[in-house]
DNA sequence: TATCTTTGTGACTGTTTAGTCAGTCACTAA
DNA sequence: TTAGTGACTGACTAAACAGTCACAAAGATA
């Protein structure tokens, strides 16, 4: 499984660079140092890959936010995890993190089983849900808030990939823009 | 030039439903009624129909912005109408916007000239700039609540199309919309 | 050692696609 | 009547590409 890794390091490197259409399977193998063949012995279609790499990154990403808000069970604790877990694992992971913006605006998302995507956006929605009937979050569908919260998070890293700091600066803009939101949402 | 306008619409509606990749050139001209040799007499490239159908969009949208703020000064009723014109000019122009949404976010965005992005931003920011200045705005970097404006708006978007509504109904939470941007960013 | 399975190769193929080009045709104007 | 123009055609081409396949090594198992 070591080749296969490699093969998914290499490919999100390279779809990251030249986008899905930009990278030829043949480029992929070759970068990693691999026959064509191969690539396909372990993923079958080049979608497959598109699509493992995906399922591969937000499964981290969210193991990420598990872990940040393992044992919580304030509101606001929870959705700052929520928020300032993926900045935070962007600014480690910029590559990963870029490749799952891309992917959520291109046609691919739709190969997806709508499952997959709905595994990581329900248990946060359930927790805005829960915000809202206890009164803690403002009287707004949470489904509103909840594309709120996802599109403060794309302004955010996009303002940071944007415009380099210091990992201080950066970490400080991050809390100051959980205040921001908070103040946006609650009541 | 009826031809071309005719292949721009034709173009613009196949590249929303099926992507960029997904729709190839001959489509687009069987689709208008043309031959495909029609296509490249008018454009040079495919590249060069979807940067074209870009700027073509992006400048309605920007007249639709200076038609809505014409003679304002006031910052507040400036940023209303950078934020409220394109929101609702999606409403009446859903598949244009998507377009510009999918285009931004796609590689073709870097072949377009620096210059032309920035002339849509530039106005925008020298605004911000004069709010944070004269004391109207937070005393945040103007960039960055370009990037929260521009993260708040495409949050809106997306819910709006993810949940169709009565246009009084849409109209209201733009309306909604604007008070919590203005709240988040305004002194 | 013999046999089977996994891992890997790279030349090859069928298809799709952007883009070309020689030529048609309706029209204009000298 | 003739010459010329420019919109428009559609069969064609060259390249690119995803995916296949016959064939090996390498490793495991017996």
Known sequence: MDKKQHLLDTALKLFVE????????????????????TLFYFFSTKDELVTSLYVDIKGKMTAAIMADIEGETSIKRLIEGYFKTPLFWALNNPIEFSF????????????LAAKEID??????????????????????DPELIFALV????????????????????????????????WDMIAV
Chains 1, 2 share one sequence.
Not at 18 to 37: N, Q, V, Y
């Open 18 to 37: 030249f986008g899905f259409h930009g990278t030829p399977t043949a480029k992929i193998a070759k970068e990693a140092g691999l026959s064509s063949g």
């Open 100 to 111: 799952t913006v891309q992917f959520s605006n291109s046609p691919y998302l739709n190969q």
């Open 119 to 140: 595994s990581h956006i329900k248990p946060f929605l359930t927790i805005l849900k829960r915000g809202v009937k206890e009164g803690v979050l403002k009287k707004i």
């Open 150 to 181: 996802r599109g403060h998070t794309f302004s955010i890293h996009q303002y940071l990939i944007e415009h380099p700091a210091s990992l201080k600066k950066q970490s400080q803009i991050i809390e100051t823009a959980f205040s921001i939101i």
